[in-house]
Nanobody, 117 residues
Framework: QVQLVESGGGLVQPGGSLRLSCAAS????????MGWYRQAPGKERELVAG???????NYADSVKGRFTISRDSAKNTIYLQMNSLKPEDTAVYYC???????????WGQGTQVTVSS
């Protein structure tokens, strides 16, 4: 059974930074893809950033230039470095992994990020 555990959320002032971590346990294979999503109150869950097993990244337009996704494959862990945070970044952030060969999707429990003065 795959489990994802996120950490690093919290309250930060506008312009500040946070670093989220997501550690995966269980068998996720080496050809998985991982990513961060977020869901703000009253809104649909949206992709923030993704990273493939080969390190190819993609970002939502709203976070390009401010957020950086990275992974440590040896630790089955991904990170999201969030800089220049804005109030509109406030949301619950979820980690997701897609596991081969059947592309099964697993989600973490989420971590709250609040950007407010």
């Amino acid at each position: 059974q795959v489990q994802l555990v996120e950490s690093g959320g919290g309250l930060v002032q506008p312009g500040g930074s946070l670093r989220l971590s997501c550690a995966a346990s269980g068998s996720i294979g080496s050809m998985n893809s991982m990513g961060w999503y977020r869901q703000a109150p009253g809104k649909e869950r949206e992709l923030v950033a993704g990273i493939s097993s080969g390190g190819i990244t993609n970002y939502a337009d709203s976070v390009k230039g401010r957020f950086t996704i990275s992974r440590d494959s040896a630790k089955n862990t991904i990170y999201l470095q969030m800089n220049s945070l804005k109030p509109e970044d406030t949301a619950v952030y979820y980690c997701r992994v897609i596991v081969p060969p059947f592309f099964k999707v697993y989600w973490g429990q989420g971590t709250q990020v609040t950007v407010s003065s």
